[in-house]
């Protein structure tokens, strides 16, 4: 038994934030969907229409400044919901790269919220959000490239490799954990900070839950962590 896990100095440095939890078994992942492609293109073309000036909404000032306050630039290295409203804004599309992962790019765009998710079965130990020291160890998505965070980033991590499967809270993912149409067990992470309060985090985690059962044949288990419960215990 595991365990994933919010280290209490992530809530003390910033409170109000609130991590909805989706734990998923049986999964049958697909290269492409045309019902999951018809949801993100409308949820582009929404966001499109928005225009740049979603950039500067409540949901994304709140992300900027949790960045800065860890020590981030959130213009060179923009939370994960930013660069997908980025990309749409500017009349940009985000590819499909297979149907779970377009199931959180819908959510996201659809709530303003990021959203992430890992392979478990490539992670040894528990899966931690805290504060990096600097030692463990980062690959880029689709990269070779070894680095070490910043200290004092808040990353992503597998407590017994120390291999980091995102960098800057959501900004980058680990290439190791990466979801492939191969993968079987999964934990995703629907984030809030600001006014993407305990609530919406709830109907966006069950929203994407209800969706990954549908198209994606999924057993999935949800929860929520946040100041008063921190940790829970999973039997992947």
């Given at each position: 038994?595991?365990?994933?896990?919010?280290?209490?100095?992530?809530?003390?440095?910033?409170?109000?934030?609130?991590?909805?939890?989706?734990?998923?078994?049986?999964?049958?992942?697909?290269?492409?969907?045309?019902?999951?492609?018809?949801?993100?293109?409308?949820?582009?073309?929404?966001?499109?229409?928005?225009?740049?000036?979603?950039?500067?909404s409540e949901f994304i000032k709140a992300w900027d400044?949790?960045?800065?306050?860890?020590?981030?630039?959130?213009?060179?290295?923009?939370?994960?919901?930013?660069?997908?409203?980025?990309?749409?804004?500017?009349?940009?599309?985000?590819?499909?790269?297979n149907s779970v992962v377009a199931l959180f790019n819908?959510?996201?765009?659809?709530?303003?919220?990021?959203?992430?998710?890992?392979?478990?079965?490539?992670?040894?130990?528990?899966?931690?959000?805290?504060?990096?020291?600097?030692?463990?160890d980062f690959t880029s998505l689709g990269s070779t490239?070894?680095?070490?965070?910043?200290?004092?980033?808040?990353?992503?991590?597998?407590?017994?490799?120390?291999?980091?499967?995102?960098?800057?809270?959501?900004?980058?993912?680990?290439?190791?954990?990466?979801?492939?149409?191969?993968?079987?067990?999964?934990?995703?992470?629907?984030?809030?900070?600001?006014?993407?309060?305990?609530?919406?985090?709830?109907?966006?985690?069950?929203?994407?839950?209800?969706?990954?059962?549908?198209?994606?044949?999924?057993?999935?288990?949800?929860?929520?962590?946040?100041?008063?419960?921190?940790?829970?215990?999973?039997?992947?």
């Amino acid at each position: 038994m595991r365990k994933i896990i919010v280290d209490k100095e992530v809530f003390e440095k910033f409170p109000g934030f609130n991590r909805g939890i989706i734990v998923i078994e049986n999964l049958e992942n697909k290269d492409a969907e045309s019902e999951i492609q018809k949801m993100l293109d409308e949820q582009m073309q929404k966001r499109a229409g928005d225009g740049e000036g979603v950039l500067q909404s409540e949901f994304i000032k709140a992300w900027d400044d949790i960045y800065v306050k860890f020590g981030a630039n959130p213009n060179k290295f923009p939370p994960s919901i930013k660069s997908l409203l980025k990309r749409v804004s500017k009349g940009g599309q985000i590819p499909f790269i297979n149907s779970v992962v377009a199931l959180f790019n819908i959510i996201s765009l659809k709530y303003l919220i990021p959203c992430g998710g890992d392979d478990v079965d490539t992670i040894k130990g528990n899966l931690k959000l805290g504060i990096a020291k600097g030692d463990e160890d980062f690959t880029s998505l689709g990269s070779t490239e070894l680095e070490n965070p910043e200290n004092g980033e808040v990353i992503y991590f597998d407590e017994v490799t120390n291999n980091v499967m995102c960098r800057r809270w959501n900004w980058r993912n680990g290439d190791f954990s990466k979801i492939t149409t191969s993968t079987k067990k999964i934990v995703i992470n629907v984030d809030g900070i600001g006014p993407a309060n305990e609530t919406l985090i709830v109907e966006a985690r069950n929203e994407l839950a209800d969706l990954l059962t549908k198209y994606c044949g999924a057993k999935c288990q949800t929860d929520l962590l946040n100041s008063e419960k921190s940790e829970i215990e999973i039997a992947l």
